[in-house]
């Protein structure tokens, strides 16, 4: 059996007083909301403009709640999105301003400059790692764009160590100009500005200095047997 509403205007089904309106009860099966063709959905809203439209009422919340709220106890996902077309798959915005998206491919954008990505992950702005930062497969690359200076460290930051398989491995540095610096297990010794490059150390001696280019004119690195 059915209740339906004949004339062509919208049904309404509502209590009084302000009272609770339940829909099922101890002994009802699956609720069914089923709007055909493409009608859509709103709760509170009379004109949704989505499938399912959800707007909380600031003034009934208070502002102070959540607008909507998921809870369970599953080995599943306790929310799965599947998006079959090409669209984003969650999006989330501040006062219409675009702040956190998953593509469609799975790339990662938090911050409004990084709506649309441009690598795996893009965040526009700031980040803080609490542990460590591991390249998992092949070679890691750390870089700037347009050619922007990059700094290890500042000034809150403690020793900087450079261990390649725990210090047993060979540092490379490989600079613009034919003269490039090769490091390799320099304990004990140092490397200071001066006006002649170090080509090769290895084992604490200096196997190879040679000048730099553009001799003299600016700061190169020498070896140095201060520690």
Same mark, same amino acid.
């Given at each position: ?14 209590? $009084? ?6 829909? /099922?009860?101890? *002994?009802?099966?699956?609720? =069914?909301?089923? !709007? ?11 004109? !949704?403009? &989505? ?10 919340? /208070?502002?102070?709640? #959540?607008? #909507?709220?998921?809870? /369970? ?10 998006? %079959? ?8 915005? $501040?006062? $219409?301003? *675009? ?31 609490? $542990? &460590? ?26 020793? =900087?160590?450079?261990? !390649? ?9 490989? &600079? ?33 200095? #040679?000048?730099? &280019? ?6 190169? %690195?020498?070896?140095? *047997?201060?520690?």
């Amino acid at each position: 059996s059915q209740l339906t509403f004949r004339s062509g205007t919208a049904g309404t089904i509502t209590t $009084s007083s302000n009272s609770t309106l339940t829909l /099922g009860g101890g *002994t009802t099966g699956n609720v =069914l909301i089923n !709007p055909l063709g493409g009608a859509q959905f709103g709760i509170g809203t009379m004109v !949704p403009i &989505a499938s399912i439209d959800l707007r909380a009422s600031l003034q009934a919340l /208070g502002g102070t709640q #959540a607008v #909507a709220s998921i809870s /369970g106890k599953t080995s599943y996902s306790a929310l799965a999105v599947d998006n %079959w077309g090409i669209g984003d798959i969650f999006t989330a915005s $501040s006062s $219409s301003n *675009t702040q956190f998206v998953i593509t469609n491919g799975g790339a990662v954008g938090i911050g409004n400059a990084a709506r649309i990505p441009t690598a795996q992950l893009d965040v526009a702005g700031s980040a803080s790692i609490s $542990s &460590a930062l591991t390249f998992r497969a092949g070679a890691g690359t750390i870089q700037t764009s347009g050619n922007g200076q990059l700094f290890l460290g500042g000034s809150t930051t403690g020793d =900087l160590v450079l261990a !390649p398989r725990n210090g047993s491995g060979i540092l490379n540095i490989l &600079a613009a100009s034919a003269n490039g610096i090769k490091i390799n297990n320099t304990f004990g010794t140092g490397l200071t500005s001066g006006n002649s490059c170090v080509t090769d150390i290895i084992n604490g001696l200096v196997t190879g200095v #040679a000048a730099c &280019a553009g001799g003299g004119g600016g700061n190169f %690195w020498q070896y140095s *047997t201060a520690n």
